[in-house]
T-cell receptor, first 115, second 111 residues
């Protein structure tokens, strides 16, 4: 089946620094990639949708200048958390979907801890 | 609006069947999914059902869909300790291509 990878799987950073998380589709071309955030004891919250070669569409309440998303190719999307704060600590999960109404495949997630 | 509801906890004895229930509000959903999340890990797709199906069985897993009542269930037969996890119900929407997740049901296995 389709595989989506994320790197790094775990990252610890100091407050004020920026962190980049990569999401790759390994065996299919992902026309659309999604970024989710999971809060403790809560469900996944969609942050943004990105289509290859165009600007990401952010959900209401998500700061686009803080969470920079780049979908430069059909197999790679990156999420950069800029000027990270402790409240940004969370589990970030990406997913990818090919064209033609295909299903969505999820990455294993990245746990971000901001000290 | 869009909403997916499921109970937060379920305790089951090892060897018994587990039934995790989910209700959703939007009748235009296309696929309905069950995901499993083990501690510290990402989501693992367990199974999914297309919205025009009533039932799908895959080894120990049985998914039942009642479109009239907008009710989805996941039955795990012969529950094992390795089934201990959080199970998320989710629906994908036809009109805007989003997936909406429930808050997850934590399945606890009793010895």
């Amino acid at each position: 089946g389709a595989v989506v990878s994320q790197h790094p799987s775990r990252v610890i950073c100091k407050s004020g620094t920026s962190v980049k998380i990569e999401c790759r589709s390994l065996d299919f071309q992902a026309t659309t990639m999604f970024w989710y955030r999971q809060f403790p004891k809560k469900s996944l919250m969609l942050m943004a949708t990105s289509n290859e070669g165009s600007k990401a569409t952010y959900e209401q309440g998500v700061e686009k200048d803080k969470f920079l998303i780049n979908h430069a190719s059909l197999t790679l999307s990156t999420l950069t958390v800029t000027s990270a704060h402790p409240e940004d600590s969370s589990f970030y999960i990406c997913s990818a979907r090919g064209g033609g109404g295909s299903r969505e495949f999820f990455g294993p997630g990245t746990r971000l801890t901001v000290l | 609006g869009e909403d997916v509801e499921q109970s937060l906890f379920l305790s089951v004895r090892e060897g018994d069947s587990s039934v995790i229930n989910c209700t959703y509000t939007d009748s235009s959903s296309t696929y309905l999914y069950w995901y499993k999340q083990e501690p510290g890990a990402g989501l693992q797709l367990l199974t999914y059902i297309f919205s025009n199906m009533d039932m799908k069985q895959d080894q120990r897993l049985t998914v039942l869909l009642n479109k009239k009542d907008k009710h989805l269930s996941l039955r795990i037969a012969d529950t094992q300790t390795g089934d201990s996890a959080i199970y998320f119900c989710a629906e994908s929407m036809l009109r805007d291509d989003k997936i909406i997740f429930g808050k997850g049901t934590r399945l606890h296995i009793l010895p």
